[in-house]
């Protein structure tokens, strides 16, 4: 790959870029070896750095979480792996932070030396550095379709519960066929799709029943937290 080339960053609706990679956790087929999940493919800058560190930590703790809700993480870092394996293996035994001590790091981080994955994915911002990956978030689903990005610079550590409402809300699209509001979180009213005729939006106005209309365009419906994860849970 010339260092010069121009690779498009991925979009959302397009399938993930395919590649193979070796991980703490031996080698991967991605998206293939995620088929029927959903995954987070995170990169951070590098290894041995504390904002990285602190990430490490809250992902671990929180990996299970995200398993119940069917998505699968998967780290990328262009350093090497026995450097990743010297410093999950320092998290473990050295590092308590913020009420997290011997944390153990289970999910693949992938071994990217040669940045040829970090370029795939857009993950190489030059502006912000040329040879280290930003904080780049990609939400892939079951058919390996990418479905929300999300770009954080190399100074901010990410929102852990803003990367699981998000998945949370996408999938409960999925499943009910709304779209969720701002700040929406399960057990909020969710919005139905716009009225797509006339009549359709002249009903929706007279005879609201169960909707809550604040225009023609904009109607919600109640939607309960139980309501959401029994049918996530059903589709898994």
């Known amino acids: 790959m010339e260092e010069n080339q121009i690779i498009p960053i991925p979009r959302i609706g397009e399938k993930a870029p395919v590649f193979k990679a070796v991980t703490t956790q031996g080698e991967i087929n991605f998206p293939n070896d995620y088929e029927g999940k959903w995954v987070i493919l995170f990169s951070h800058p590098a290894d041995f750095t504390p904002v990285c560190t602190s990430e490490f930590m809250t992902f671990a703790t929180l990996e299970d979480k995200f398993s119940k809700a069917n998505c699968k993480l998967v780290g990328l870092s262009v350093d090497g792996l026995y450097s990743h394996i010297a410093w999950l293996r320092t998290i473990k035994d050295k590092i308590e932070y913020n009420g997290m001590k011997d944390v153990e790091v289970k999910f693949p981080l992938i071994e990217d030396i040669t940045m040829d994955v970090a370029k795939k994915y857009g993950m190489i911002q030059p502006g912000e550095s040329s040879t280290k990956a930003v904080r780049a978030v990609f939400f892939i689903d079951p058919k390996g379709i990418i479905r929300a990005i999300i770009y954080y610079p190399l100074s901010l550590g990410r929102n852990f519960d803003e990367l699981y409402r998000a998945l949370i809300a996408m999938q409960t699209a999925d499943a009910f ?53 029994d049918k996530l849970i059903k589709e898994r």
Not at 180 to 205: E, F, L, N, Q, Y
């Open 177 to 229: 066929e709304i779209a969720t509001p701002a700040d929406w979180r399960p057990g909020d009213p969710v919005i139905i799709p716009t009225a797509g005729s006339c009549g359709v939006a002249k009903d929706r106005m007279e005879n609201k029943k169960d909707l809550k209309c604040y225009d023609w365009f904009f109607c919600t419906k109640e939607l309960s937290e139980k309501t959401v994860f």
